[in-house]
């Protein structure tokens, strides 16, 4: 059965992009490949982001692709990552992914963690 994919939710840019398609071919990854966005508890600000790579899908997951990336956000996740842009840094503060999340009212300084 071929899914539906959302877009708009999350938005990926440029250098995400790159840098997922890279880590894509890199590992050998095929059609199936996506990466797994959501959102936990913990951190110093009370929720906390979840990245990862993954090629399985769950019965409830929001199917979203932008810019030719599929991404994958768990139920409960969707509100907290409406409006997100999912950006990558490689620059002098720290290399990796960031997340740009207009719902969060407070963020701590690794922003890796936030409240809303």
Do not use: W
């Not at 797994?36 to 990245?51: A, F, N, Q, T």
């Amino acid at each position: 059965m071929k899914q539906k994919y959302y877009t708009a939710m999350i938005q990926v840019s440029e250098k995400a992009k790159d840098k997922i398609l890279e880590i894509k071919n890199s590992e050998n990854r095929g059609e199936n490949f996506h990466v797994r966005v959501g959102v936990k508890g913990g951190g110093c600000s009370g929720l906390m982001y979840d990245l990862e790579f993954d090629e399985v899908l769950q019965p409830t997951d929001k199917l979203i692709e932008d810019q030719g990336v599929k991404l994958v956000v768990d139920k409960k996740s969707v509100l907290y990552l409406a409006g997100t842009i999912l950006d990558f840094s490689d620059g002098l503060n720290g290399k990796g992914f960031q997340f740009i999340n207009p719902n969060a009212s407070r963020t701590c300084g690794c922003g890796e963690s936030f409240s809303v």
